[in-house]
């Protein structure tokens, strides 16, 4: 999917809402452990239920490696139901790779190249500490995007990502300079994190049309109103990401609707905020 | 493997190598191909042929990854292959992975929860820039190591890891200095390219006892005198590692004679370096 047909998609429903398949077996209903895949029978049950209000799914890796290649199996049946979906979501592995250039190559193909590795997402996110090699080979995939991993939401990011240089400059703004010239706003995302709201309105100023990729609201604290104040771009640039206070909404047999009230709730919040800026 | 147990190891073999076990499906010798897992056959036949002569063995993620579900079972073999050989050898999972703290506690279990994920190394490769509470609970397994990027071997490396500080120190320095904090030599290591060795002598300085495991001999073209001088402890304190250079040293029926003349001849260098050193 590209940048025109995510904007698109982001007008049509009025939503610029991303939700994390973070899908660990142990907070999963009782009641589905019963299917032949659990994990699948979950996933397949929240995105039926949460489609008409989320732009894009981001399924993270960790819940699914974790449980070894009877997780990749659920992985693999859940982005093969998503195929069902192509043009209605945008789909992002969260993984977090990055290695030297040949390395990198494969860990591309093992997200993009589907007739090698049976995987077909939209997007990986990719951490930058490796530089410019690690990253690149990500950006020869025709149509593909990489989301490079920024300022964080997590306590840890303030361990090295907000160290200042010489010059006064943090280290996760001269990630943002210097790697907006690897791709550009067509294959390229970052990710901010919404408990760092105010930090938007600086890295817009370096990364004025980029979409920012933005976890941290929900579970984690951070407010839906602060991201859209400074992060906000005229072309709305956000998607904003919820896991677990979506997916699990509740453990019982009421999973999907309760899942779909917490989808709708934000997405009302989303169009409003777009309808602020004319969208 | 504890690391009075990786010490004895090492003395015992005369060696501190570390075979990267990057087996892209598409290098190894075409006569393997009729195999019913070539990648497995492959491992399998490397591992037989170099035992002897390495310490350590380094599956690259990336490469199995990159032909998904089968590429995950061709690993899976690997790791129960090297099952036999637990007291002969340290395994280290070259992951880079690093997300926030209940994500990364799932990778843990990936690597280090054989009941959950069916896989059980010694040690994973683990990504920085996320901060201490995306690295800690890699260390709540015990008996586990993680190796903690610092200064890699790729050209990139200069884009963010030498970025200095106010105080004139380099981002992987300061890597260095806040993290050996969060665990122990016990169970820390660092990778460090063995391209930047005349660094190692400084990062000796930050990290005396910590083990370093350093790519970037062979095929990239770093020198193991070079390595050794700079940045052997007491202890050795060394793992090496040389991935395509082994491996792949022929892509023939000979391709394990090559690959153990290879280790052995990189064993014998080792051999005279640690005696050196009285081990």
């Known amino acids: 999917m590209n940048r025109q047909q995510l904007i698109n998609l982001i007008r049509s429903k009025k939503s610029f809402l991303c939700i994390g398949l973070d899908s660990d077996i142990e907070k999963i209903p009782a009641f589905l452990k019963n299917s032949e895949d659990p994990v699948f029978e979950f996933n397949r049950r929240i995105i039926d239920a949460t489609i008409k209000y989320a732009v894009a799914y981001k399924p993270n890796l960790a819940f699914y490696e974790s449980r070894g290649i009877e997780g990749l199996k659920s992985l693999q049946k859940t982005m093969d139901y998503l195929e069902n979906f192509r043009d209605e979501c945008f789909t992002i ?17 093992a997200f993009f190249d589907k007739p090698v590795s049976g995987f ?16 690149s080979p990500f950006l020869g995939f025709k149509g593909k995007w990489i989301v490079l991993l920024a300022l964080t939401s997590n306590k840890g990011a ?15 703004a001269k990630v943002l300079k210097t790697s907006k010239n690897w791709g550009s706003s067509e294959n390229m995302m970052y990710v901010v994190g919404a408990t760092r709201a105010e930090m938007l309105a600086e890295i817009r100023k370096i990364v004025p049309d980029h979409f920012l990729l933005v976890p941290g609201v929900g579970a984690q604290g951070g407010s839906l109103h602060e991201v859209a104040r400074y992060g906000l771009s005229k ?13 699990f909404a509740s453990n019982g047999a009421d999973f999907e609707l309760k899942a779909a009230a917490e989808a709708k709730s934000m997405q009302e919040e989303m ?3 777009l309808s602020g800026i004319g969208i």
């Not at 592995?93 to 193909?109: F, L, P, V």
């Open 120 to 135: 077909d997402f939209d997007a990986v996110t990719v951490a930058p500490y490796m530089g410019e090699d690690s990253v």
């Open 158 to 172: 303030s361990d090295f990502q907000l160290i200042e240089d010489k010059t006064n400059e943090l280290l996760f």
């Open 271 to 273: 169009s409003e905020i």
């Open 235 to 247: 072309d709305c640039g956000l998607l904003v990401n919820a896991s677990r206070s979506i997916i």
């Open 93 to 109: 592995a969260d993984a977090k790779r990055g290695d030297i250039g040949n390395t990198s190559s494969q860990y591309a193909r």
